[in-house]
């Protein structure tokens, strides 16, 4: 119950097209999902988190949209780039609570 | 600011040596965690100090294992007996410490390689 299951493993995208990540949970104590990128080499960086009382955020080319019901949510990068190739992981966390349950990362190769 | 950093970047050893492992988190930051990343896997949760408070080593894979956080600041994961199997990159973060849902701030990792 305190899984996060993530999908696809990898992933290939042309340049400009929509890279799409996903995510499910069972634990609806989860209240905080955040989404982390990882550069080769380097720690994993925030890019964009969400709470289930809304439905999607949009912060620039990356989109989460969320899914209370069906307790998943989604990492939506549009006009993917080269240089969004990275690994990108999902987590979630429960209120009160410090420690985050990352999913196993989906590495995206954006091709030019 | 600077960031979070770690000591060593790299680390080989044999098996059955012990290692120590060093995180520097971000001044202020009261909260501090350790994950293990393995090949493949995703970041899997070691321990997370908060402040003066008794740590919460729940994620510690064995007695091997352990962590200590001097003045609240420095953090030092020690291995000991290494084994084959604790090949990782670990990662130290660290948070502000105020409240559930905040950004963790992650340092680069030391990629440890036991022989």
């Known amino acids: 119950q305190q899984q996060v299951k993530q999908s696809p493993q990898s992933l290939i995208v042309q340049k400009g097209g929509i890279s799409i990540i996903n995510c499910a949970y069972e634990?609806?104590?989860?209240?905080?999902f955040p989404w982390y990128q990882q550069f080769p080499g380097k720690g994993p960086a925030l890019l964009i988190a969400?709470?289930?009382?809304?439905s999607e955020k949009k912060e620039g080319r990356f989109t989460i949209s969320f899914n209370k019901s069906a307790k998943q949510f989604s990492l939506h990068i549009m006009d993917s780039q080269p240089g969004d190739s990275a690994t990108y992981f999902c987590?979630?966390?429960?209120?009160?609570?410090?420690?985050?349950?990352f999913g196993t990362g989906t590495r995206l190769k954006v091709l030019a | 600011g600077a960031g979070v950093s770690q000591s060593p970047s790299n680390k080989v050893t044999e098996k059955g040596k012990d290692v120590e492992l060093r995180c520097d988190p971000i001044s202020g930051h009261t909260a501090l965690y350790w994950y293990r990343q393995s090949l493949g896997q995703g970041l899997e949760f070691l321990i997370y100090f908060q402040g003066n408070s008794a740590p919460d080593k729940s994620g510690l894979p064995s007695d091997r294992f352990s962590a200590e956080r001097t003045g609240g600041s420095v953090s030092t994961l020690t291995i000991q007996r290494t084994q084959q199997e604790d090949s990782a990159v670990y990662l130290c973060?660290?948070?502000?410490?105020?409240?559930?849902?905040?950004?963790?701030?992650f340092g680069p990792g030391t990629r440890l390689l036991v022989l």
């Open positions: 973060a660290s948070s502000l410490g105020t409240g559930g849902g905040e950004t963790q701030y």
């Open positions: 634990n609806t104590a989860f209240d905080y």
């Open positions: 969400i709470r289930p009382d809304v």
């Open positions: 987590a979630a966390s429960i209120a009160g609570t410090y420690k985050y349950i």
